[in-house]
């Protein structure tokens, strides 16, 4: 058997996160400045596979066991995040009881119209992909008549993953829950719990706490088998979109990362909270700050549903992004757009299309900055903090044509992410809460 290991002076410290995603999982470990030392990623396999919980845990402990000796005998910390909204219910022994729903799945819609009667106009719980309207929608399914009395918690999929390496039940972070319905403001359940409607469901709810919170070493026999350190703690996770953010390094307010994949993803770094749920907007809390986000139903899939990458590339040479499109289109591959307009039958509009195919490209890319213009200013509006910068992650970040047609139109430098890989931006948040630690010790 491995011997017990501890970390000692003469061993590299270094922090892992882990991202589980929607196709796979991946890990990243860094050193003290932030330079990745190791990183390797596992795929599910198939979407049932994704689904599953027994293949969740399989390749948590691959990724742990795959780590190289030197890694695995540095750990100090191990942080781990989770698609936003995937729930599942366990038993006192953190066993699932039903089968999970995922980030994907839609609750019961008439669960959304209890909680609109609930909850404050626009709060993000009165949406069918909620964590709380999933939560009632397990509770009422006929299954859960045999799982009741066996039932204890509701945990995230960040939750459960992280409960499998110390142990502690009945835990979540405040990126997690607020789809639960906490609130990170008052770091409470909000006294609209109370309502007789969701009185069955509090004995389930989770113990909240700051992303990054330090909860428990590894569990000594775990660490024993993987040649970890007895030492090694533990710490509560974060979403995989707020994981992405946070390896940008952004931490200014007036700071943003837009990320340019097959839709359009807006995060502004903001000192004021915005929550506006008819425009999906809505904001996390980090730190004394807040994350404000909007997501558009356009994007890099419009381009991918025209253009080969090889022809993206071709073309987009061949744009001066100085030059104004006189198209104006609205970029959508089917009806509806919520985010920076809030019109469910919006119609895409991509006439008239040039008999060039690069005056097309052009004025998707122009309509695409516009959009992008458009949701930053509505942020703004509603009261987050003006934008100053704008770092860009996804596909689309590599096409510096468009970013400097979107500089034209954002009007504040726009540079490309130095990371973007959500596991990295974990790892990081390991690090800062231990080194956090550490430093209140001295």
Request: aromatic share 8%; charged share 15%.
């Amino acid at each position: 058997m491995a011997p017990d290991v501890l970390l000692t002076p003469d061993v590299c410290q270094c922090w892992l996160g882990i991202d589980f995603g929607t196709t796979g999982a991946r890990a990243i470990a860094i050193d003290g400045a932030g330079a990745i030392l190791h990183e390797q990623s596992l795929a599910f396999g198939d979407s049932e596979a994704a689904r599953s919980p027994q293949v969740w845990r399989q390749v948590l402990m691959q990724l742990l066991e795959e780590l190289p000796l030197g890694i695995r005998a540095g750990l100090v910390a191990i942080a781990i995040d989770g698609t936003s909204s995937t729930v599942l219910l366990c038993d006192r022994q953190g066993e699932p009881l039903l089968p999970p729903m995922m980030y994907s799945d839609r609750g019961n819609s008439a669960w959304v119209e209890t909680l609109t009667a609930i909850a404050p106009p626009g709060h993000c719980v009165q949406n069918a992909s909620s964590s709380l309207v999933k939560l009632l929608t397990l509770c009422s399914q006929p299954e859960f008549e045999t799982a009741r009395y066996r039932t204890r918690y509701l945990l995230h999929q960040a939750d459960w993953l992280a409960f499998l390496l110390h142990g502690q039940l009945g835990l979540s972070d405040y990126h997690n829950s607020l789809k639960l319905g906490y609130d990170p403001a008052t770091e409470t359940y909000p006294p609209w719990f109370q309502h007789s409607a969701l009185a069955s469901l509090r004995a389930y709810l989770p113990r909240v706490v700051p992303p990054g919170t330090a909860v428990s070493p590894i569990w000594p026999d775990l660490a024993h088998r993987l040649s970890l350190p007895l030492d090694c703690t533990i710490h509560a996770g974060t979403t995989d979109s707020i994981a992405a953010f946070l390896a940008s390094g952004v931490s200014n307010p007036g700071e943003a990362v837009t990320s340019l994949g097959s839709t359009l993803v807006l995060k502004l770094l903001s000192t004021q909270r915005v929550d506006r749920a008819e425009y999906g907007i809505y904001s996390h809390r980090l730190g004394d700050l807040w994350l404000v986000g909007g997501a558009s139903n356009a994007g890099g899939a419009v381009l991918a549903h025209f253009f080969s990458a090889s022809a993206l590339i071709q073309l987009s040479q061949q744009i001066d992004p100085q030059v104004v499109s006189p198209l104006d289109y609205y970029p959508l591959l089917k009806p509806g757009e919520r985010f920076p307009l809030n019109d469910p039958d919006l119609q895409p509009r991509l006439t008239p299309r040039p008999t060039e195919d690069r005056e097309f490209l052009h004025g998707l890319l122009e309509s695409l900055a516009r959009i992008e213009a458009q949701g930053y200013h509505l942020l703004r509006n509603y009261g987050a903090t003006p934008l100053s910068l704008v770092l860009t992650a996804g596909g689309g970040a590599k096409n510096e044509v468009w970013q400097q047609i979107r500089q034209r139109y954002l009007r504040v430098p726009v540079l490309r992410s130095p990371q973007e890989q959500a596991a990295y931006g974990t790892a990081r948040l390991a690090q800062r809460s231990a080194m956090a630690k550490f430093n209140r010790s001295l």
